[in-house]
């Protein structure tokens, strides 16, 4: 079984920047398309990037030009890049294949940007 834990949110100010990483427990992850999504508080969860095993990227309007998917095959693991934080972009964060199984939701991490 495959475990994808997410970190590097945080509280940014709009404009501001983060980076997050998803780990995977297992080298299986790196030949599958992964992807990130997110759940504001009230919504429902949407995927506003994702990057294949080899490494093409497909990103939702909302975030596209702003933030950056990649991944490292070697430490299993896929980033996200975010550049031009707005205050809409404030939700918790997952990563997930994609499509997504549920079998590999985790608990997110918090972003939260605001000044």
């Known amino acids: 079984q495959v475990q994808l834990v997410e970190s590097g949110g945080g509280l940014v100010q709009p404009g501001g920047s983060l980076r997050l990483s998803c780990a995977a427990s297992k080298s299986i992850f790196n030949i599958v398309t992964v992807g990130w999504y997110r759940q504001a508080a009230g919504k429902q969860r949407e995927l506003v990037a994702r990057v294949t095993g080899g490494g093409s990227s497909n990103y939702s309007d909302s975030v596209k030009g702003r933030f950056a998917i990649s991944r490292d095959n070697a430490k299993n693991t896929v980033y996200l890049q975010m550049n031009s934080l707005k205050p809409e972009d404030t939700a918790v964060y997952y990563c997930?294949?994609?499509?997504?199984?549920?079998?590999?939701w985790g608990q997110g991490t918090q972003v939260t940007v605001s000044s």
């Open positions: 997930n294949t994609w499509p997504p199984s549920t079998a590999y």
